[in-house]
């Protein structure tokens, strides 16, 4: 991951302190040589890691808490540190064409700076820490009387292995909170682990807790094919997938890879479907990118007239795949984290996806993105984790 944009960190380290030093530090008196090498002390050292980081074979080292800390490090010392000398900068240069004296552009980069340090502090304690049961009531004309007021509890992205022991009260709360709701079905809509099954073994006994009364089902997501592994040997990132497929099955989890579950109340029934993980092309990441979803498959030998529930991690094919090719009611998805730090609700994910947090609706079909539980990377501002209750209503409620 580090490697992608090494050249980018790079400048960025050495450019905001060579900025900060030109403009500012040097021109005062008592600025002495040790002075200057404490200044540039963390940026060498950041520097060093940085390049160090860029040489992991894979997306993230084996041991992900390098990754935690290099982020939360380049957090802490340099983007503060960039986003004042972008301010400062372009303060000055406005001041230059309009040849005014006050560079306000100082005072905005302080707190820009300022803020960036809360969201990074505030945003990987409190922020992570923090989770939502929210609940939501869909009602369907075609839903089989039997149905009405089924309930429905959907987590996602729960990425385990991002629960550190200091962390593990959170996931514990989170399961809790699941049963807590006694739902008549459970479901989880991909991205169990960060990169490789391992993650799972501390937390396997917790995970089988989970009871719904007609069962935990579940979909893969981009992380449980061990694609961010993909500079291993391609035997054992097929034993690394397969693994994951046999731990989640050793849970009692019912496991769906293109496939449909009926479930009945007496002479009515519902279909649970799950296709496996579909995304947009993505040629830029990797050609072997998961993309292994088939609608056609997952719905086959289901009546064009049922209720159906698909499951798929990325809301993406829900527009561009399902909708074209059958009458599903409601699809749940996860995938984007609901942006993870969001600024009033707002996102950069938001102006690059076109579905990618809470619901949509097209005709009598809905989707519902969740925000998720966890993260790769253990930090959420705005983005607060969920837990989805999904009430069905088969007539009006008055």
Request: hydrophobic fraction near 45%; proline fraction near 4%; include cysteine.
């Amino acid at each position: 991951m580090i490697a992608r944009i090494i050249l980018l960190l790079i400048l960025t380290i050495v450019l905001s302190d060579l900025y900060v030093d030109m403009h500012y530090l040097r021109h005062r008196i008592k600025y002495t040589w040790w002075k200057r090498l404490l200044w540039w002390t963390p940026g060498l050292l950041m520097l060093v890691f940085s390049v160090a980081m860029s040489f992991t074979r894979n997306f993230a080292p084996d041991d992900i808490s390098l990754l935690y800390w290099y982020l939360f490090l380049l957090g802490l010392l340099v983007i503060p540190k960039a986003l004042y000398a972008v301010c400062s900068f372009l303060g000055w240069r406005i001041c230059r064409w309009r040849k005014k004296r006050i560079n306000w552009g100082n005072l905005i980069g302080l707190v820009l700076a300022f803020y960036s340090l809360f969201v990074l502090i505030y945003g990987s304690t409190v922020g992570f820490s923090r989770l939502e049961v929210k609940h939501l009531h869909y009602t369907f004309d075609d839903l089989p009387a039997a149905f009405d007021g089924y309930k429905i509890v959907q987590f996602s992205d729960i990425h385990v292995g991002s629960y550190t022991v200091s962390r593990r009260a959170i996931f514990d709360r989170a399961i809790d909170s699941i049963n807590a709701q006694h739902a008549d079905a459970i479901v989880f809509t991909g991205d169990l682990q960060n990169i490789r099954p391992h993650e799972l073994y501390p937390v396997m006994g917790r995970l089988s807790q989970l009871k719904a009364k007609d069962g935990v089902f579940s979909v893969l997501g981009n992380h449980d094919y061990s694609f961010y592994t993909r500079k291993d040997d391609p035997a054992v990132r097929a034993a690394s997938e397969r693994e994951v497929v046999s731990r989640e099955r050793q849970m009692g989890w019912d496991l769906l890879l293109n496939e449909h579950r009926s479930i009945r109340r007496g002479n009515d029934q519902i279909v649970i479907a799950g296709m496996e993980n579909l995304g947009e092309s993505r040629p830029n990441i990797s050609p072997d990118y998961p993309m292994r979803g088939d609608v056609k498959k997952t719905l086959q030998g289901v009546d064009p007239q049922s209720f159906v529930v698909m499951l798929q991690h990325e809301p993406w094919p829900w527009r561009h795949v399902i909708l074209p090719e059958r009458k599903v009611q409601l699809t749940l998805s996860g995938h984007t984290h609901g942006g993870q730090i969001t600024f009033f609700g707002l996102s950069p994910m938001g102006m690059l996806k076109g579905e990618w947090s809470g619901e949509y609706r097209e005709g009598n079909s809905i989707l519902y993105v969740s925000k998720g539980l966890g993260g790769v990377i253990p930090l959420r501002f705005g983005a607060t984790g969920e837990i989805v209750v999904i009430t069905l209503s088969s007539k009006k409620k008055k």
